[in-house]
């Protein structure tokens, strides 16, 4: 099958690289702009999707908006016949979607109808969801809404992080575009309409939603930190610095305190322990342990390597950034 493939991050290379080591000719690719970096803002930086298709000698075209006579053109010239989209990350208008003859697949991080939107990697830990999944449905100019052909689930384990369920969904992506595309040619795909009215939404991630209040119960403490390690990292104010925090877990009841503890008095969010073992934190309800902290200015680190910088001790307070 003659592929267009659009994607723009690291999510998005695992099924380019399952669609060409399966057979598929990808015809062409396309990629958001490169972006500048670096101080001095001059050097552009390729997303891992245009590096991956150059290695591989596949063109690339990277349109400010993927619209216009121009554009189509470009594509029809490449001829088609299906085109994938993975996280590309802008709208397609309904004449690209339509122009291939079997039209566009899109690739879903999510059992759809639940979290459509930007990022429903985030959304399921933060909703403290069991399972999730990929979805390949036919892309239409609606958010997500598009009629599901196949459908992989997979569980969400209690202490697994955005990064980590990301790269598995990422791989469960590869499989499920390949296993869509053989029953394309096979002639046994089936189209199944999403019920709008189960749909949920997965919004853009912004700053405020990675910030930490103590006050929370340590499992609504660990889901907003999980969902947000390793990026951008939830963060709290420690000694008026403002210190993201990762690698959470739950230490059970913290209100069943040692009789010798002397924070067992003290409001949530005071560091209750901070040693080799991380930095154990009380909340409103249980408490936490993080593993890794990484305060402003500085690069990620062990909670012990801070400890014994004097970076933070026992009695401290964690708070709301």
Request: glycine letters at 8%.
């Amino acid at each position: 099958m003659r592929i267009l493939f659009w994607g723009t991050p690291e999510f998005a290379v695992p099924p380019l690289r399952a669609l060409i080591g399966e057979g598929h000719e990808v015809v062409g690719v396309v990629s958001q702009p490169d972006k500048p970096r670096g101080r001095s803002r001059t050097q552009l930086d390729p997303s891992p999707v245009k590096r991956e298709a150059l290695d591989e000698g596949i063109p690339v075209l990277q349109p400010e908006r993927p619209r216009g006579d121009e554009f189509a053109d470009a594509i029809r010239a490449l001829a088609p016949d299906i085109s994938v989209v993975v996280a590309y990350g802008c709208i397609l208008p309904k004449a690209i979607i339509d122009l291939p003859r079997l039209g566009t697949l899109n690739i879903h991080g999510s059992i759809l109808p639940a979290l459509r939107g930007a990022a429903p990697i985030q959304a399921a830990i933060l909703q403290g969801m069991t399972e999730t999944g990929i979805t390949i449905m036919q892309m239409v100019p609606a958010l997500d809404a598009g009629d599901m052909l196949h459908v992989l689930r997979t569980g969400i384990e209690p202490d697994e992080t955005y990064s980590e369920l990301h790269d598995r969904l990422s791989e469960l992506g590869a499989l499920a575009i390949v296993q869509a595309l053989a029953m394309i040619e096979t002639g046994i795909a089936h189209a199944v309409p999403q019920d709008a009215a189960l749909s949920t939404y997965a919004p853009k991630i912004d700053r405020e939603m990675a910030r930490l209040d103590f006050t929370w119960s340590a499992e609504q403490v660990s889901r907003v930190t999980r969902a947000f390690d390793a990026r951008p990292g939830a963060y709290a104010r420690l000694r008026d610095i403002e210190t993201k925090l990762f690698s959470v877990r739950l230490v059970g009841d913290g209100s069943n305190d040692a009789l010798d503890d002397p924070t067992r008095n003290s409001p949530p969010g005071t560091v209750r322990a901070a040693n080799d073992d991380g930095l154990l934190v009380r909340c409103g309800e249980g408490a936490v342990r993080f593993l890794d902290v990484q305060p402003s200015g500085k690069p990620r680190m062990t909670a012990a390597s801070l400890a014994r910088g004097r970076g933070v001790a026992v009695g401290d307070l964690l708070e709301p950034a």
